[in-house]
T-cell receptor, first 111, second 114 residues
């Protein structure tokens, strides 16, 4: 599975949009981009995933560049409860790819 | 739905003792995963089951670790004998479709081996 690169930490003001980048320059055509987050002392939580089109759900939006070498997770109106470690993962769908969690980005939402 | 249930939530034991961690997946989920999280190594997949059968145990660190799933609603992860380096948070997760689909994680078991 392709490796991902994320900044180790980011800050965001409460109520503002949080934009979390992820580089996956070696991604192959059949690999999806997944985002999970882990709030302190809890298990990881699925956020969103996509292949090449931008995706949006009730939690976030996922913007994938046209060459698919990078993506951005957007939390449109960050709250204090969004403070967590965010993991970007790429893997092949339906072919036994493992969820490999890197170090992620520690997002701190500040009042 | 109660979500994935793990027990105990915290476990403190002495080196050499046997430790058993328990997991109840979400009803109707065919896949169950065991993960370990440490500061040094992050979150690692240890083993996963499909319909109670172990599919991939390549992440199990050594023979001291074993996992079973006697039925669709219960799984155990056993460490015997335990060592201080086994201290970690152990998560159980489940889903319907397999390893690529959304996984639902339990609250974890914090294990401390003295």
């Amino acid at each position: 599975d392709a490796k991902t690169t994320q900044p180790p930490s980011m800050d965001c003001a409460e109520g503002r949009a949080a934009n979390l980048p992820c580089n996956h320059s070696t991604i192959s055509g059949n690999e999806y981009v997944y985002w999970y987050r882990q709030i302190h002392s809890q298990g990881p939580q699925y956020i969103i995933h996509g292949l090449k089109n931008n995706e949006t759900n009730e939690m976030a939006s996922l913007i994938i560049t046209e060459d698919r070498k990078s993506s951005t997770l957007i939390l449109p109106h960050a709250t204090l409860r969004d403070t967590a470690v965010y993991y970007c993962i790429v893997l092949i769908y339906n072919q036994g790819g493992k969820l490999i969690f890197g170090q992620g980005t520690e997002l701190s939402v500040k009042p | 739905d109660a979500g994935v249930i793990q027990s105990p939530r915290h476990e403190v034991t002495e080196m050499g003792q046997e430790v058993t961690l328990r997991c109840k997946p979400i009803s109707g989920h065919d896949y169950l995963f065991w993960y370990r999280q440490t500061m040094m190594r992050g979150l690692e997949l240890l083993i996963y089951f499909n319909n109670n059968v172990p599919i991939d145990d390549s992440g199990m660190p050594e023979d001291r670790f074993s996992a079973k799933m006697p039925n669709a609603s219960f799984s155990t992860l056993k460490i015997q004998p335990s060592e201080p380096r086994d201290s970690a948070v152990y998560f159980c997760a489940s889903n319907k479709q397999g390893i690529q689909e959304t996984q639902y994680f339990g609250p974890g078991t914090r294990l401390l081996v003295l």
